[in-house]
């Protein structure tokens, strides 16, 4: 409860603490709902324009120096219902995952207040900019992590997706936050709503306009797409394996090579056009072991991939390690016993027998596959590297690859939920992206769906069409208006036929979105600072006056 003082000041107790507490950790696990989870494949949707308003009540009443407190909760309790799997990667993995986040919006909810105390009126309005802003910036650092940005939950709601090709994700996310930081104002005054929109009825009829032009615009888009003829249909074989490559050893990468060699022979016998596992499918460095043949059996091993290549009749795409000498001037294997290598997560097209394109993974995932911070984090260095963690060294090219005509490019593994990442293949020339993960380490359906419909948007954004070659799940095609096709079943060893759409860039022109990029979220980093500043100097010379 809150208190009047006689001096007419509002004082706050426990309750009022605890009131606050329980709304934020209800809003973070109805939030958590509109994302496909533990109750429901696809998610529920439509709770992404209702999860927030408690957020922003709480946000309205509440003290300052409680904000980043409220932020590091619920960022925390979100992050654990939402991303619950991820204590199958690793035990470190949820904790990791819930700090971070849950430190990014420890800086959040500050700046979400500093707009509802300087802005006024208009602070609905700059915070949902500033939510916009925080969605790009908490993906654009070191630890990038876009799981969870709001505008996902609505990927199965076509229509409101198709803004994408303009906007971006950042569209879509905009639009959900705003009537919910708008509708939480009256809400957290304890005004009548009829009363509120009476008096803004303006900027309500505003947002009805452009929500019914946001459906509408995006329905015709979005007919458009699905009547548009491709200029080309592409047969893919895609063999998913249902194998954890995270687990080595010669006995496993044996045993998953002859699984996989089994059913490219079958899918063969379709005549595709080209031949896709997943990523790092097959594990011993075909780059490595063919220059510094070190270890017999793994030396074999890749003797046997590199003669089944050459007796396939289409190119096969497959992720696997390359291995090079970290210092050229030095033998491959060290006095000391260690390897003088360094290692890539890379992407080859093998063809004829010989390695014909090969694209390094620039996008890795923190924590586990990078860390640049050994020198002045050494402690959690040294963590991590005891718990088994591994780095790979990153690439810096984006890597356009071209098969009978078709050009492609491969974001691997979570490379797809990054649109500027997926943008730059796009105006380098790529027809169509070719998505290559393993996700079977997590054992969780909801993990693979969650990954994989955030693929949706890549594809819409860039009006190309989008294929998932997993070793697990979600293995599909996405076409340029954001429909999923012939989705396999989940944690299912099998093989299948694509025939793949394709829509020759040199036919389509590129979308606002494949040219500007994040355009939006820039713009949501300058209108939030910029509204901050002056709602901040306004603050102050009012308060001169009234002195």
């Known amino acids: 409860m809150v208190q009047q003082t006689d001096n007419g000041k509002k004082q ?3 309750g009022t603490y605890c009131s606050e507490v329980l709304l934020l950790l209800a809003s973070s696990f109805v939030l958590s709902l509109a994302f496909p989870g533990f109750l429901s494949k696809s998610g529920f949707g439509f709770l992404a324009f209702i999860a927030l308003v ?19 909760f619920y960022g925390f309790m979100f992050y654990l219902f939402f991303n619950y799997w991820l204590r199958n990667f690793h035990p470190l993995a949820i904790f990791i995952v819930t700090i971070i986040k849950g430190g990014e919006m420890a800086l959040l909810f500050p700046c979400l207040k500093m707009a509802d105390s300087w802005c006024k009126k208009w602070s609905w309005l700059v915070q949902a900019f500033i939510w916009t802003a925080y969605s790009y910036l908490c993906q654009s650092w070191f630890a990038g992590y876009p799981y969870g940005t709001i505008g996902y939950a609505l990927w199965n709601y076509l229509p409101l997706v198709q803004i994408a090709s303009i906007t971006g994700i950042w569209g879509v996310n905009l639009l959900v936050v705003m009537p919910q930081a ?10 009548s709503l009829k009363g509120w929109l009476r008096d803004r009825r303006v900027w309500a009829i505003a947002y009805a306009v452009g929500f019914a032009l946001w459906l509408v615009l995006g329905t015709v888009s979005w007919q458009h797409w699905k009547r548009m003829t491709p200029d080309r249909t592409w047969k893919v074989a895609v063999v998913q394996h249902n194998a954890n490559s995270w687990k080595g050893g010669y006995t496993t990468y044996k045993r998953n ?3 996989l060699r089994k059913m490219s022979l079958e899918a063969m016998t379709k005549n ?5 596992w997943s990523e790092t499918a097959f594990v011993p460095s075909v780059a490595w072991h063919e220059n510094y043949p070190t270890d017999p059996d793994t030396s074999a091993l890749v003797e ?11 190119p096969l795409i497959t992720g696997n390690p390359e291995g090079v000498l970290a210092d050229p001037s030095l033998p491959p294997e060290l006095e000391d016993g260690e390897w003088n290598r360094d290692d890539y997560n890379t992407i080859i097209m093998f063809d004829d027998g010989q390695i014909k394109q090969t694209y390094r993974k620039q996008h890795l995932v923190p924590f586990t596959e990078h860390f640049p911070y050994e020198k002045t984090m050494p402690h959690l260095y040294n963590i991590l590297k005891a718990n088994d963690y591994h780095w790979w060294l990153t690439g810096t090219e984006s890597v356009v690859f071209e098969s009978d005509g078709i050009k492609f490019s491969t974001p691997i593994c979570f490379e797809d939920v990054f649109g500027d990442l997926n943008a730059e293949f796009v105006r380098g020339g790529a027809d169509v992206l070719l998505n290559m993960t393993n996700d079977n380490w997590s054992q969780s359906e909801a993990s693979e769906i969650q990954h994989g419909v955030m693929a949706i948007y890549r594809s819409v954004e860039n009006r190309r069409t989008m294929i998932r ?14 429909q999923i096709h012939d989705d396999l079943p ?25 040219r500007y990029g994040d355009w939006l979220a820039y713009l949501s980093i300058w209108v939030s600072v910029l509204s901050l500043v002056v709602g901040l100097v306004r603050t102050i010379v009012t308060r001169r006056k009234q002195r």
Do not use: Q
Request: proline content about 8%; hydrophobic content about 45%; some cysteine.
């Open 182 to 191: 708008f509708l939480a104002m009256p809400l957290a005054r304890r005004e």
């Open 272 to 276: 595709p056009d080209i031949l896709v």
């Open 304 to 314: 046997e991939f590199v003669n089944f290549g050459k007796e396939l009749s289409v």
């Open 469 to 482: 070659s997993t070793n697990s799940g979600l293995s599909c095609y996405i076409t340029p208006d954001g």
């Open 12 to 14: 706050r107790n426990l």
């Open 54 to 72: 408690p957020v922003f009540v709480v946000i309205h009443r509440t003290r300052p120096a409680a904000t980043p407190f409220y932020g590091f």
């Open 490 to 514: 989940l944690f299912k060893a099998l093989w299948h036929i694509f025939d793949v759409p394709v829509y020759f860039s040199s036919a389509h022109a590129e979308t606002i979105y494949t």
């Open 257 to 259: 090579f002859n699984n």
